[in-house]
Nanobody
Framework: QVQLAESGGGLVQPGGSLRLSCAASGRIFAISAMGWYRQAPGKQRELVAVIRNGENLDYADSVKGRFTISRHNTEYTVWLQMNSLKPEDTAVYYC???????????????WGQGTQVTVSS
């Protein structure tokens, strides 16, 4: 079993900042990717930012230069620093983990429950 603990969402004015945190725990042997997706009302879930293989960062074009993803060196935790927030960043943000429980076996995907980010004046 794996658990993802998300925190940091909330209401912020345009131009403001928020920092999301996601901590993974449980039976984790290796992580292939860990990051954040978001889903706005009436839209499909989309990638925001992800760290692959511990070091390769990938961002959605819409957040490049404004959002920064980082990870803890020894714990299964990632942070998403969101600056210069815009109303179009309003969405539920979901933590995503791709991991495996042992040396053998395949990778599994797990989603957090989501945290609401609202950017409004």
């Amino acid at each position: 079993q794996v658990q993802l603990a998300e925190s940091g969402g909330g209401l912020v004015q345009p131009g403001g900042s928020l920092r999301l945190s996601c901590a993974a725990s449980g039976r984790i042997f290796a992580i292939s990717a860990m990051g954040w997706y978001r889903q706005a009302p009436g839209k499909q879930r989309e990638l925001v930012a992800v760290i692959r293989n511990g070091e390769n960062l990938d961002y959605a074009d819409s957040v490049k230069g404004r959002f920064t993803i980082s990870r803890h060196n020894t714990e299964y935790t990632v942070w998403l620093q969101m600056n210069s927030l815009k109303p179009e960043d309003t969405a539920v943000y979901y933590c995503n983990l791709v991991y495996k429980e042992g040396l053998r076996g395949s990778y599994n995907e797990y989603w957090g429950q989501g945290t609401q980010v609202t950017v409004s004046s």
